[in-house]
């Protein structure tokens, strides 16, 4: 069981906006930065957001990310079939057992 | 432009000691803040983080795997080493190295599947 929970999987039209939650505590999303990353089949994660709401270089501004308290979010605006993958979220934990942790992952359909 | 790369066996069997090397490019890791990190996944299953060393030998691990994996670096070879001993057939995953600046695992390398079995 993954320390940050996400919804197993989302789904949405293109042209739609879809959103995913990340949940976590006081010792990691709480007082870390939360990073987002996607997954296509078959291919290494790439980071999507970091510091909460930061985009790298070359990320569209369809993608957007949001911190409220001990939970996250990840926005795509605009869903293209190409937005289909896996979306993880992460944080370091800076509890007695320091480390960085995952979520579950969620799996976007785009219908 | 970084980049990394693991390479390892692709089968070992139980009880063995599992040992992954990620070369990379584009980077030193005796730059200040850089760091690399290993993350698994096993399939079908969510992202582990296992080990990350810093450029200054600072080395942090996986409460849950701490015992069975040891990090190393050779700066002049360009290369990350990952140690896991005592391998189980739960330990079969697709093993990542990446890349940490001042912030985010930026940069992955393309991942090395290594499966535990007799």
């Known amino acids: 069981q993954s320390v940050l929970t996400q919804p197993p999987s989302a789904s949405g039209t293109p042209g739609q906006r879809v959103t995913i939650s990340c949940s976590g505590s006081?010792?990691?999303?709480?007082?870390?930065?939360v990073y987002w990353y996607q997954q296509l089949p078959g291919t290494a994660p790439k980071l999507l957001i970091y510091s909460n709401n930061r985009r790298p270089s070359g990320i569209p501004d369809r993608f957007s990310g949001s911190k409220s308290g001990t939970s996250a979010s990840l926005a795509i605006s605009g869903l293209r079939s190409e937005d289909e993958a896996d979306y993880y979220c992460a944080a370091w934990d800076g509890s007695l057992s320091a480390s960085w942790v995952f979520g579950g992952g969620t799996k976007l359909t785009v219908l | 432009q970084i980049t990394l790369k693991e390479s390892g066996p692709t089968l070992v069997k139980p009880t063995q000691t599992l040992t992954l090397t990620c070369t990379f490019s584009?980077?030193?890791?005796?730059?200040?803040?850089?760091?690399v990190g290993w993350i698994r996944q096993p399939p079908g299953k969510a992202l582990e983080w296992l080990a990350l060393i810093y450029w200054d030998d600072d080395k942090r691990y996986s409460p849950s795997l701490k015992s069975r994996l040891t990090i190393t670096k050779d700066t002049s070879k360009n290369q990350v080493v990952l140690t896991m001993t005592n391998m189980d057939p739960v330990d079969t995953a697709t093993y990542f190295c990446?890349?940490?600046?001042?912030?985010?695992?930026?940069?992955w390398g393309q991942g090395t599947m290594v499966i535990v079995s007799s």
């Open positions: 990446a890349h940490k600046g001042s912030d985010a695992f930026d940069i």
């Open positions: 006081s010792s990691n999303i709480g007082t870390n930065y």
């Open positions: 584009g980077f030193s890791l005796s730059t200040s803040g850089v760091a």
